[in-house]
């Protein structure tokens, strides 16, 4: 017996001749469909005697059909129906005299079957060289007719059934393959799309740069704050894209990222644009390969923008509820009182001279009591416009309550304080607040009192203290007066 158990076939008879004949009973196939072999002849007798030599032999425990077709035309329309037939018998000289080859190249060339094993045979041998048929055509084997005995025949079609095995699992292998790569194509395009889409539909700008500084994405928020068009992004230079002082920002922010930067990087700037000046707050980060052959290398920058103008905007209305009298327009008491200790910590240091004014306008409960609060709030707004106009922008003047205010002056001595003091008390004098027709404007005096920081009181509530002694000093002297 052979020594392949997939192959089955009468035993030999003999050490120097290996015969073969047919067995008793046919070897078992386990219900499983035979091998499809077709055979293409126009002799019915080579028909008969192929079905007779292959009726005794299996396998793979499966035994072999033999499937006629009496010319190349035959095989032709047998060919287009199954594509399961793995091992073709071929006469060359059948209806034409190069029918047979003229078949193989209709296989292999119009069909593209590869698979299909071809074994050739003719019964004029010497009309067509074995070696160039093998050479020009694409066979698996070339025999003639009188040499194919019961023996080689099967050897030939054993061969054709593993090499059409081996190429049905490597096709199957690549189809399987290449469903497979184009899954994951399909699933990485999406995941591009989606990527794109989700980049182009965020609210805020956003670009990416390569290692060059050339722009290679950025989103429509983008396009709407700088201005730019849809397709004009692509290969540019980003400082030819980005406003200044942002395009050399952004470039300052890059370096340092390439420079190790391992988290990411923020700067604030202005933009100005048709609408106003706008604030903002650029975040940047490196992004960086994680393939293996490439690992950590830089791939490039990317740079979110968020509008911060609003937020500021609010941060400043709440810093101005928080500090602000909100009739008068001054520092409401806690925010002097910070500022104040502010000052008198930076000028310790420095060793500038410091003085201090408690302001109190005269009878103001009076002038509520005649003619009501509204005009008292009127006179309250009058007379600190009349300060702070000849105030210094260094200086502070906050509302300490009531119609009681106070003024810090830096770098202002006593005799320089008293000036000052002197200048506010005439301009709120000066002050005429109409009443209404038939009536006399309302004129207002304030009464100021005035000290200077000196080495032995140099605390705010102590140099507060000796002001506001001088203010009721000033108070009980008669009032509309400075005193020290």
């Not at 034409?96 to 590869?114: E, F, K, M, Q, Y």
């Not at 200790?341 to 005269?362: A, F, H, K, W």
Request: hydrophobic residues 40%; aromatic residues 4%; glycine residues 8%.
């Amino acid at each position: 017996m052979s020594n392949n158990p997939n192959v089955t076939g009468p035993a030999p008879a003999g050490k120097a001749k290996l015969s073969l004949r047919r067995a008793e009973h046919p070897q078992p196939t386990d219900g499983a469909a035979p091998w499809p072999v077709l055979v293409v002849d126009d002799d019915p007798d080579v028909h008969s005697m192929t079905r007779v030599l292959l009726r005794d032999f299996s396998f793979q425990g499966k035994g072999f059909e033999v499937i006629s077709a009496m010319s190349g035309t035959e095989a032709r329309a047998v060919l287009a129906c199954r594509q399961d037939i793995p091992v073709m018998l071929l006469d060359v000289v059948m209806e034409t005299p190069d029918a047979g080859l003229s078949l193989i190249r209709h296989v292999r060339d119009d069909l593209g079957n590869r698979r299909l094993a071809i074994v050739l045979r003719t019964g004029q041998p010497g009309e067509a060289p074995e070696r160039d048929v093998m050479l020009a055509y694409d066979i698996n084997d070339y025999r003639s007719k009188t040499e194919l005995t019961a023996q080689k025949l099967f050897t030939s079609l054993i061969g054709g059934l593993r090499s059409w095995i081996h190429l049905s699992t490597i096709e199957a292998m690549a189809s399987t393959l290449e469903r497979r790569v184009t899954e994951r194509t399909c699933q990485l395009d999406e995941a591009r799309r989606f990527a794109e889409s989700l980049v182009e539909l965020l609210p805020n700008p956003l670009w990416f740069k390569d290692p060059d500084g050339s722009l290679r994405l950025y989103n429509r928020a983008f396009r709407e704050m700088f201005a730019v068009g849809p397709e004009d992004w692509h290969g540019m230079p980003a400082a030819a894209v980005l406003p200044h002082p942002l395009a050399d920002l952004d470039q300052q922010a890059d370096d340092g990222l390439s420079r190790g930067g391992q988290g990411g990087m923020s700067f604030e700037t202005s933009l100005d644009r048709a609408d106003g000046t706008r604030t903002l707050v650029v975040s940047k980060g490196m992004v960086r390969s994680d393939c293996r052959g490439t690992p950590d290398e830089p791939m490039g920058t990317i740079g979110i923008v968020t509008d911060i103008t609003e937020r500021k905007r609010m941060e400043s209305q709440l810093r101005h509820l928080a500090t602000t009298d909100d009739l008068t327009g001054c520092l409401n008491r806690r925010a002097f009182f910070v500022t104040a200790e502010q000052e008198l910590e930076r000028s310790g240091r420095y060793g500038g001279s410091v003085s201090v004014l408690m302001i109190d306008i005269d009878h103001f409960k009076q002038v509520n009591d005649r003619f009501g609060h509204a005009v008292g709030d009127r006179a309250l707004k009058a007379a600190t416009a009349a300060i702070r106009a000849n105030l210094r922008e260094i200086d502070s003047f906050g509302r300490l309550g009531g119609e009681e205010f106070a003024a810090m002056l830096p770098e202002t001595s006593l005799a320089g304080a008293l000036l000052v003091a002197e200048r506010l008390r005439q301009a709120v004098a000066a002050i005429d607040l109409p009443l209404g027709e038939g009536q006399p404007p309302l004129r207002i005096t304030a009464s100021l009192g005035v000290a200077e920081r000196t080495s032995e009181a140099s605390g705010l509530d102590q140099i507060l203290a000796r002001a506001d002694t001088a203010l009721y000093r000033a108070k009980a002297a008669g009032r509309n007066r400075v005193l020290t």
